[in-house]
């Protein structure tokens, strides 16, 4: 499997949201609470949050997202920020990247990239 590239930043900046798919389905009852049961033997999270690049560092990202997993359709493995673990991990949707600083070389350009990414279970 491929993993995140060593050249990129492991970590998202402050600010990462980290959701739970749920996995459980209520019901309405005729009379008294709803009935809730277990809907899926295991449940995705997601994580969304933001990285600062430098350019050639986005030119690094560029390269990993079109070749080395196709697009962002492949899996890879990514360092899980709740635990630092090792984690499988996949594009939701496609990333955007916004320029923050200009500079005179591609080395010394800053963006924010902005990421969704499924934790797999």
Do not use: H, N
């Not at 309405?28 to 350019?55: H, V």
């Not at 990993?64 to 697009?71: A, C, M, N, P, V």
């Amino acid at each position: 499997m491929p993993t995140w590239p060593g050249s990129l930043p492991e970590y998202f900046e402050v600010g990462v949201q980290d959701t739970r798919q749920q996995g459980f389905i209520r019901s309405q009852t005729e009379t008294g609470p709803y009935k809730q049961r277990k809907r899926f033997t295991a449940t995705s999270r997601f994580l969304s949050g933001t990285m600062l690049l430098t350019g050639t560092q986005r030119a690094t990202f560029e390269t990993f997202y079109k070749t080395t997993i196709s697009e962002g359709t492949d899996a890879f493995d990514f360092i899980d920020p709740l635990d630092f673990s090792t984690i499988s991990a996949r594009f939701v949707s496609a990333p955007a990247c916004s320029a923050v600083a200009g500079g005179g070389t591609a080395g010394t350009a800053q963006w924010r990239l902005e990421l969704v990414l499924e934790v797999l279970p």
